[in-house]
């Protein structure tokens, strides 16, 4: 059957103050970007909402998209957060692929991994936890040795954000506060998700009123043999991504501004393999920014395809950012460890999901040889990522340990 669409794009402005709002909508005549109509061919997709808990007396809304083919994903307006994707196997039996928590009180007392969070205002690291602009220097918070990590201590991940159903889509809406982890700027937010056939699309849009620093992303974590396969289903994961290049690392995995070929290393995975082999070649596997392959395209780029050939499962991953950061758990608890406590009670540890959190270069604001991370006031930042799930129903060549 086919669908229209009409799609609007636009920032939700009304709970802010009225000099910042005045400020921010200077640039523009009016928040509405634009307006497109196209027609799909697509499964009927269903949207409810539900209560989730409260947080700070504010109410916590989750929303679920259905699809006939039995795709189903919840998000949380805490952290803006991806609580739970079902997808079915090759023979219809379905199973949740992200980690994650049954109750608010998860997310909000037990949830440093940032399982399926929405990171933000810098995802990633920024080394010596400062960085420059325009000369004035903006020290941000230590809170992963001496640098900093996903946003502070506060970050997005924490904020319950405003919420609006627009058709199919849910529009989350964050205004940061100038000064907000010592950040620059009002910079106003919206995660927009929509599910579309097989496909969760999520987009990041934000403007600011100050030069400030912006990369976001979702920190899902995936395990395609179901959430509670830990990391023997892992292991067993095929995975390829499209990338020819990495940024090089120190020690403490800030970029040193260098780039480093794939070819030859354990971190060639521009063909087809094991997890597990891939995780064996090398030592702490894997937690590094893979540098996408995009040959010029600006829009929508093939970054990642990850299968799981006992049950057909499969992931792609489709974005518009110049990487991906590859993370296969490796801070989640040893199995000497108390385990995190998740969904159904399952307990998650080291090497239990893997994460492909599409971004700009960690560290990019402190390095000129990197696509910019600085956004300016008339600007918009627009991150778009596609994660497309299916199920290989037909037997065919499967990827060897060896």
Same mark, same amino acid.
């Given at each position: 059957?086919f669908?229209?669409?009409?799609v609007?794009r636009?920032?939700?402005?009304?709970?802010?103050?009225?000099?910042t709002?005045?400020a921010?909508l200077k640039? $523009?005549?009016? $928040?509405?970007?634009?307006?497109? *109509?196209?027609?799909?061919?697509?499964?009927?997709v269903?949207?409810s909402?539900?209560?989730?808990?409260?947080?700070?007396?504010?109410p %916590?809304?989750?929303?679920?998209w259905?699809?006939?083919s039995?795709?189903s994903v919840?998000v949380? +307006?805490?952290?803006?957060?991806? =609580?739970s994707?079902r997808v079915?196997?090759?023979?219809?039996?379905?199973?949740? %692929? %992200?980690l994650? /928590?049954?109750?608010l009180e998860?997310?909000?007392?037990?949830?440093t991994p940032?399982l399926?969070?929405?990171?933000?205002?810098?995802?990633?690291?920024?080394?010596?936890?400062?960085f420059?602009?325009?000369?004035?220097k903006y020290?941000v918070a230590?809170?992963?040795?001496?640098?900093h990590?996903?946003?502070?201590?506060v970050?997005f991940?924490k904020a319950?954000?405003?919420?609006?159903?627009?058709?199919?889509r *849910?529009?989350?809406s964050?205004?940061?506060?100038?000064?907000e982890?010592n950040? @620059?700027?009002?910079?106003?937010?919206n *995660?927009?998700y929509?599910?579309?056939?097989d496909?969760?699309?999520? =987009?990041?849009?934000?403007?600011?009123?100050?030069?400030t620093?912006?990369n !976001?992303t979702?920190?899902?974590?995936f395990?395609?043999?179901?959430?509670d396969?830990? #990391?023997?289903?892992?292991?067993?994961?095929?995975?390829?991504v499209?990338?020819?290049?990495?940024?090089?690392?120190?020690e403490g995995s800030?970029?040193?501004?260098k780039f480093c070929?794939?070819?030859g290393?354990?971190?060639? !995975?521009?063909?087809?393999i094991?997890l597990g082999?891939?995780?064996?070649k090398?030592d702490? !596997?894997?937690?590094?920014? /893979?540098?996408?392959?995009?040959?010029?395209n600006?829009g929508?780029?093939?970054? +990642?395809?990850?299968?799981?050939p006992?049950?057909?499962?499969?992931?792609e991953?489709?974005t518009?950012q110049?990487?991906?950061?590859?993370?296969?758990?490796?801070?989640? @608890?040893?199995?000497t460890?108390? #385990?995190l406590?998740g969904k159904n009670?399952?307990?998650?540890?080291r090497?239990?999901a893997f994460?492909l959190?599409?971004?700009?270069?960690p560290?990019? %604001?402190?390095h000129k040889n990197?696509?910019n991370?600085?956004?300016?006031?008339?600007?918009?930042y627009?991150?778009?990522?596609v994660?497309?799930?299916?199920?290989e129903k037909?037997?065919s060549?499967?990827?060897?340990? *060896?």
């Amino acid at each position: 059957m086919f669908r229209r669409f009409v799609v609007t794009r636009y920032f939700s402005i009304t709970t802010i103050p009225d000099e910042t709002r005045a400020a921010l909508l200077k640039p $523009y005549t009016f $928040y509405t970007l634009f307006t497109e *109509v196209f027609l799909s061919k697509s499964n009927m997709v269903h949207l409810s909402e539900e209560k989730f808990g409260t947080f700070k007396n504010e109410p %916590v809304k989750k929303f679920i998209w259905y699809t006939e083919s039995g795709l189903s994903v919840s998000v949380i +307006s805490y952290g803006a957060i991806i =609580q739970s994707i079902r997808v079915p196997d090759k023979n219809g039996e379905t199973k949740d %692929v %992200v980690l994650g /928590f049954d109750d608010l009180e998860g997310y909000v007392s037990r949830n440093t991994p940032y399982l399926g969070a929405t990171v933000g205002r810098c995802a990633n690291r920024i080394g010596g936890a400062s960085f420059q602009i325009d000369g004035t220097k903006y020290e941000v918070a230590k809170n992963i040795g001496k640098d900093h990590l996903h946003g502070g201590i506060v970050g997005f991940d924490k904020a319950n954000w405003n919420s609006t159903v627009d058709g199919n889509r *849910v529009i989350f809406s964050y205004l940061s506060k100038d000064g907000e982890e010592n950040y @620059p700027g009002n910079l106003i937010t919206n *995660v927009i998700y929509e599910v579309k056939d097989d496909e969760l699309h999520v =987009q990041f849009v934000a403007t600011t009123d100050k030069k400030t620093v912006v990369n !976001l992303t979702n920190h899902s974590y995936f395990n395609l043999a179901g959430h509670d396969a830990g #990391a023997d289903g892992l292991f067993d994961h095929v995975i390829m991504v499209n990338a020819d290049r990495i940024t090089e690392t120190d020690e403490g995995s800030i970029p040193t501004g260098k780039f480093c070929d794939v070819g030859g290393t354990s971190f060639d !995975l521009r063909v087809p393999i094991r997890l597990g082999d891939a995780m064996s070649k090398g030592d702490k !596997l894997f937690d590094d920014n /893979f540098c996408i392959s995009r040959f010029g395209n600006e829009g929508l780029t093939y970054t +990642s395809r990850v299968s799981h050939p006992k049950s057909g499962r499969y992931l792609e991953v489709y974005t518009n950012q110049p990487g991906v950061q590859l993370y296969t758990g490796n801070f989640l @608890p040893f199995p000497t460890e108390s #385990a995190l406590v998740g969904k159904n009670g399952i307990g998650y540890r080291r090497h239990g999901a893997f994460c492909l959190e599409t971004q700009d270069f960690p560290d990019a %604001v402190n390095h000129k040889n990197f696509p910019n991370a600085i956004l300016t006031p008339g600007q918009m930042y627009d991150h778009k990522v596609v994660y497309k799930f299916g199920a290989e129903k037909n037997n065919s060549p499967s990827v060897m340990s *060896v």
